[in-house]
């Protein structure tokens, strides 16, 4: 990973400064006042940035102008769902949605033997092969899914062959309908939007809690155990 | 101002490694990593911090524990708000208090030329000499009070003489009662507490509003149009 320790700085003052959702006309004298550097560095700052794929630059008229791509804007949104969770020492996120079936993929991934030995050594637990799918019910709750994303989370890897490549999975530890230890999987190669809530466990959940399509579940992620995810930053 | 840019990164690490309220045992190598450095790098950054006063130190059987201190919170508290604000579009504060009669201290350092010019140069307004006294109404509207603070200000400077110091104070603009122009002002040396919002106006705020002691009045604070303050993160 190439990520700097300035990286959060300097995008921060941006975003403060305004090139967050709109281009921002600065020129690099005064951004080195801003992130108190040198002239240079603040030019070199910009230039590793831009390459990065985390600031847009254009110029008119010999004014250069600044505006934080998307990649920018998640970086910063992690920082501060971060420091949100951090400074109002939220440790679960509960979500309710409604069982659907799904097309059956789950099963067969989670028994891949690459994964399946991933969420024994990382989750604790042998996954039934099946995963649980949940529509979820509310539109906050589907902004919670969004943030859930750029939380600490289980790092599951992928892997690639010479005839396809499989993902890597995020996982957070879990309980369903407050008794059944389980994990939310976010799969970074997933044909669900981020209205689908992905859960697998060690048991049966179908059949233990005696679901059927459209009943209602509720799922609390539990993120005090969580590593923090990306060491870079 | 010797603030670094890695600064944030590393206090935001150690605080998702959970040094926010509890010290966290973390050795070098291991922090490293998380902060994507060398060992030798990581090593300098804790002694910085530490002489920066950002984090306290513990050595226990040879092994480190890292703590934030109440400064390095509210480096991170700051950064929280500004990106709270920043995804949040949130442009103006509102609040509510009650009008009480000061010590009349109010009058007498608005009206000392040093600050003066400093207000209508900065704030683009002569103030009537005379601050009106607000007693918050809410609790909400004290954690609003204190949370502004962190947030980007107009500067006016202190100055010191051979007898004293005056103090700095950061102003915000803002309407009272909807319809009259003024500004927030928190000085640095003042001895209200956090339930106390004095304002400055060009006009007698008083006489204006026809206001006796216990009257409420409502101010809004408008963020959008500040510059940036603390120019070095």
Known sequence: MDMK???????YVLAKLGALGKALEIDTKTLSRYINTSQQTASRRIVELYKGGYI???FSKRRQALILTSKGVELLREVYMNLH???????????????FTGLGEGAFY?????????????????????????????????AKRRNLELLPSINIEGYSNSSRTYGSVKCYHALV?????????????????????????????????SLNDGDVVKVSVNLRDTMIPNISH
């Open 5 to 11: 320790g300035w990286y959060i700085q300097t995008l």
């Open 110 to 142: 989670v028994s891949l033997p690459f994964y399946k030995q991933q969420f024994i050594d990382k989750l604790g637990f042998e996954p039934y092969p099946g995963t649980l799918n949940l529509r979820l019910k509310s539109v906050d709750d589907v």
């Open 177 to 209: 309908n407050n008794s059944i230890k389980a994990a939310v999987i976010i799969c970074s190669r997933t044909h669900y939007g981020p209205d689908v809530l992905e859960v697998i466990s060690p048991l049966n959940l179908r059949k233990e809690l």
């Open 85 to 99: 969770m951090i400074f109002n020492n939220i440790t679960s996120i509960q979500f309710e949605g409604m069982v």
């Open 56 to 58: 847009q630059r254009t």
